[in-house]
């Protein structure tokens, strides 16, 4: 019996490699030339996408592989991050710089103002798309920053990991490669910037971070997803109707810093010293994280009507999470803006630059409405 089915393992054996001999492409130099109506047309160029790294979790470095928290944000350079993804070269001809090495915690208004510059000159070149690898706890300001400043229908992306790249199941690498091919796809070109993570397209104005520790912790809650990578391929199901990028009338290639904006919280009883101490600083405009629909506190509204007629432009946001802040009488009255759906860390951004060009508070609530 078992002579039998060694016989038969033997038979089948031979029968394979036969038949994929003979499947075997015709190798070089080989006498019988390929007809040349079956010769392979040359292969496309591919794109050149363009990483530029930032730090954050995708380049952490921790002791060991099981250690997932507590590691060292912003270690590995952008050359190791490509090195650990030989296929990368698989789908782009790709390019490096090291724009910082932070933890995300630490972004500020200087390295954006430097990102979005980079980027806009590297896509007015022969870039096909870029990626800004990124810590996650800042990049949904990061990404919708670079939503209204860059001039390009070029595809930009961010990403990062939530996991060390020293980690068992690091999620780095293959969130690197799907936001390169995401980048270096013209099916992406238009979509504005962008934040992938998990197979996820996320459009830059509704991302937001959801979970301290989980890898899927991406989301652009009730709006959704803009589409999926499958197979290395963008999929898009939506788009957004928000203007952004080539539509967008920001621009920051001449400034080297923006307004200051600073952003206050809303909670039951909250005490004046925190805002009496941002007012006294005299910052350009205030963004409240208010309760609910954007509702101020008896106790914040005096203060911030005495601001905005002092000229610091107040805008009411949520810290709700979802859903738009509506405009009421008393806004008209205050001469309050409301941030729509946007959170309050986006409203900062939007407001900073909307501030780069008016400080007339109707206008600013028509940016409001438009991006
Ligand atoms: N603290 C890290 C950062 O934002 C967290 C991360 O990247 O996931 O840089």
Same mark, same amino acid.
């Not at 652009?220 to 589409?227: A, E, I, K, P, R």
């Not at 609910?292 to 949520?318: C, D, F, H, M, Q």
């Given at each position: 019996?078992?002579? @039998?089915?060694?016989?038969?393992?033997?038979?089948?054996?031979?029968?394979?490699?036969?038949?994929?001999?003979?499947?075997?492409?015709?190798?070089?130099?080989?006498?019988?030339?390929?007809?040349?109506?079956?010769? =392979?047309?040359?292969?496309?160029?591919?794109?050149?996408?363009?990483?530029?790294?930032?730090?954050?979790?995708?380049?952490?470095?921790?002791?060991?592989?099981?250690?997932?928290?507590?590691?060292?944000?912003?270690?590995?350079?952008?050359?190791?991050?490509?090195?650990?993804?030989?296929?990368?070269?698989?789908?782009?001809?790709?390019?490096?710089?090291?724009?910082?090495?932070?933890?995300?915690?630490?972004?500020?208004?200087?390295?954006?103002?430097?990102?979005?510059?980079?980027?806009?000159?590297?896509?007015?070149?022969?870039?096909?798309?870029?990626?800004?690898?990124?810590? +996650?706890?800042? =990049?949904?300001?990061?990404?919708?920053?670079?939503?209204? +400043?860059?001039?390009?229908?070029?595809?930009?992306?961010?990403?990062?990991?939530?996991?060390?790249?020293?980690?068992?199941?690091?999620?780095?690498?293959?969130?690197?490669? =799907?936001?390169?091919?995401?980048?270096?796809?013209?099916?992406? %070109?238009?979509?504005?910037?962008?934040?992938?993570?998990?197979?996820?397209?996320?459009?830059? %104005?509704?991302?937001?971070?959801?979970?301290?520790?989980?890898?899927?912790?991406?989301?652009?809650?009730?709006?959704?997803?803009?589409?999926?990578?499958?197979?290395?391929?963008?999929?898009?199901? %939506?788009?957004?109707?928000?203007?952004?990028?080539?539509?967008?009338?920001?621009?920051?290639?001449?400034?080297?810093?923006?307004?200051?904006?600073?952003?206050?919280?809303?909670?039951?009883?909250?005490?004046?010293?925190?805002?009496?101490?941002?007012?006294?600083?005299?910052?350009?405009?205030?963004?409240?994280?208010?309760?609910?629909?954007?509702?101020?506190?008896?106790?914040?509204?005096?203060?911030?009507?005495?601001?905005?007629?002092?000229?610091?432009?107040?805008?009411?946001?949520?810290?709700?999470? +979802?859903?738009?802040? @509506?405009?009421?009488?008393?806004?008209?009255?205050?001469?309050?803006?409301?941030?729509?759906?946007?959170?309050?860390?986006?409203? %900062?951004?939007?407001?900073?630059?909307?501030?780069?060009? @008016?400080?007339?508070?109707?206008?600013?609530?028509?940016?409001?409405?438009?991006?």
């Amino acid at each position: 019996m078992k002579n @039998t089915s060694f016989l038969l393992l033997c038979l089948s054996c031979v029968l394979i490699l036969s038949i994929s001999a003979a499947a075997a492409p015709q190798q070089p130099g080989a006498a019988t030339p390929q007809p040349a109506a079956t010769a =392979q047309p040359p292969k496309a160029a591919k794109p050149k996408v363009s990483i530029l790294a930032t730090g954050g979790t995708i380049a952490g470095s921790a002791a060991s592989a099981t250690q997932l928290t507590g590691y060292k944000p912003g270690e590995l350079t952008v050359e190791q991050l490509i090195a650990a993804v030989p296929s990368l070269k698989d789908f782009a001809d790709i390019a490096a710089e090291q724009i910082a090495n932070i933890d995300s915690s630490d972004m500020t208004v200087d390295i954006w103002l430097k990102l979005a510059k980079r980027i806009n000159a590297l896509l007015a070149g022969d870039t096909s798309g870029v990626v800004v690898t990124h810590g +996650t706890d800042t =990049q949904e300001e990061t990404v919708y920053f670079l939503n209204l +400043t860059i001039k390009s229908p070029k595809p930009v992306v961010t990403v990062g990991a939530m996991r060390p790249a020293t980690a068992l199941s690091a999620d780095g690498p293959l969130n690197l490669l =799907q936001a390169v091919s995401v980048a270096g796809s013209d099916n992406a %070109r238009g979509k504005g910037a962008m934040l992938i993570m998990n197979g996820q397209i996320n459009g830059a %104005r509704e991302v937001t971070k959801t979970n301290t520790l989980q890898p899927e912790t991406f989301r652009s809650n009730d709006m959704g997803f803009l589409g999926y990578v499958v197979n290395n391929k963008p999929v898009f199901y %939506r788009g957004s109707l928000r203007k952004h990028t080539t539509e967008a009338e920001f621009d920051i290639s001449k400034l080297d810093r923006l307004p200051k904006v600073e952003i206050i919280y809303g909670y039951a009883d909250a005490g004046l010293e925190a805002l009496n101490g941002i007012i006294a600083a005299n910052p350009a405009g205030i963004v409240v994280a208010g309760v609910g629909n954007g509702t101020l506190s008896g106790a914040y509204r005096k203060p911030l009507e005495e601001a905005a007629k002092k000229g610091i432009v107040v805008v009411r946001a949520s810290r709700v999470g +979802t859903g738009p802040v @509506t405009r009421d009488s008393t806004d008209d009255a205050a001469g309050f803006v409301v941030s729509d759906s946007l959170n309050a860390q986006k409203a %900062r951004i939007l407001l900073m630059l909307a501030l780069t060009k @008016t400080k007339d508070v109707k206008d600013v609530q028509r940016i409001f409405d438009t991006y």
